[in-house]
């Protein structure tokens, strides 16, 4: 199919056509690692200022009726956390 192409032929041999060909194939997985990263990190961002925009009043509530991850808004309190912990952080 690609015989007649130069650049098929400017190989040597098939084992260099095999090496180019994975090191393609790796470009092409970093991409696609990369957009996904960049898309995480986009909605990551997204979530974080939805939960920012909560009011302050919803600081005040236990972790029993929060989500797994909460944000504390109370008195310059900025910690987020990833307990299931029902109990309150014991600053608040």
Known sequence: MFNLEPEWRAFEDDMDRQLAFEEYIDGLRRKEK????AQRKESIAKFAQLLDSVPSAMCRRRHASL?????????GCS???L???KADHAHH
């Not at 990369?34 to 990263?37: G, I, S």
């Not at 989500?67 to 808004?73: A, D, G, L, V, Y």
């Open 34 to 37: 990369d957009a996904k990263r």
């Open 67 to 75: 989500p797994p991850i909460s944000r504390h808004w109370s008195a």
């Open 79 to 81: 910690c987020v956390t």
């Open 83 to 85: 307990s299931t912990a």
